[in-house]
């Protein structure tokens, strides 16, 4: 069984920063893409950021792009998104999600989204 555990999450304030981790275990994979999204109280959820394992490609939302960068660990399917300068309109409870991947294949956010594995979340709170 697929595990996927968020923590990092707590209260800013804005311009403050906050890194995000996510662990996955129950499976082994040789390649992955792992992304961020986040959802707020009566709105859809949004990506954030991503990252596939097989290049080490990123992709980023318009709106968090030179605030927010995603890393992942050599050693284990661990992912991080390091959040600068946050806004109070980042305020949202952020999930990851995962899926497999082929050693050639590059997977986007709509991908991820639509066939990854969810975690359950943490709350990021950007207030003054």
């Known amino acids: 069984q697929v595990q996927l555990v968020e923590s990092g999450g707590g209260l800013v304030q804005p311009g403050g920063s906050l890194r995000l981790s996510c662990t996955a275990s129950g499976f082994t994979l040789n390649y992955y893409a792992m992304g961020w999204f986040r959802q707020a109280p009566g709105k859809e959820r949004e990506g954030v950021a991503c990252?596939?394992?097989?290049?080490?490609?990123?992709m980023y939302a318009d709106s968090v792009k030179g605030r927010f960068t995603i890393s992942r660990d050599n050693a284990k399917i661990t992912v991080y998104l390091q959040m600068n300068d946050l806004k109070p309109e980042d305020t949202a409870v952020y999930s990851c999600?995962?899926?497999?991947?082929?050693?050639?294949?590059?997977?986007?956010?709509?991908?991820?989204?639509?066939?990854?594995?969810w975690g359950q979340g943490t709350q990021v709170i950007v207030s003054s």
């Open positions: 990252i596939n394992s097989n290049d080490d490609s990123t």
């Open positions: 999600a995962l899926v497999a991947v082929s050693g050639i294949t590059t997977a986007t956010m709509d991908t991820i989204r639509d066939f990854g594995s």
